[in-house]
């Protein structure tokens, strides 16, 4: 059962700064990271109840997953079958607000 794995755009701005940050010392650097955060992205194509639900999501739907330091946000829309990537953070960084 192949989801449809969707970056919805407060996801690609969040992929396209952490591009920009680590870019500023290393392309080949944010070249890799980027290509490795959507790969493991298209993990959940096939196993969308990978990642952990979020607990600060009051609904429950959010789970997250990790590659590397960063945190992947999505959700699963079984409705339509796909996986909505929300958002993308570092670690350290302060989580999205809306999630809660």
């Known amino acids: 059962m ?3 794995v ?3 755009e407060p996801a ?3 992929a396209q700064g952490i591009w920009f940050h680590i870019a500023q010392d290393d392309v080949d650097a944010a070249d890799r990271i980027r290509d490795g955060l959507f790969a493991h992205s298209e993990l959940l194509r096939r196993s969308p109840y990978l990642g952990a639900v979020y607990e ?4 429950g739907r959010t ?3 990790s590659f590397r330091q960063y945190r992947i ?3 699963v829309r079984d409705d339509l079958r796909r996986v909505e990537i929300l958002h993308v953070r570092h670690g ?9």
Request: glycine share 4%; aromatic share 10%.
């Open 63 to 65: 789970r997250e997953t």
């Open 12 to 14: 690609l701005a969040d």
């Open 92 to 100: 350290r960084r302060s989580e999205p607000g809306h999630l809660q």
């Open 2 to 4: 192949d989801l449809e």
């Open 6 to 8: 969707v970056w919805t």
């Open 73 to 75: 946000f999505y959700e």
């Open 56 to 59: 600060r999501d009051r609904s």
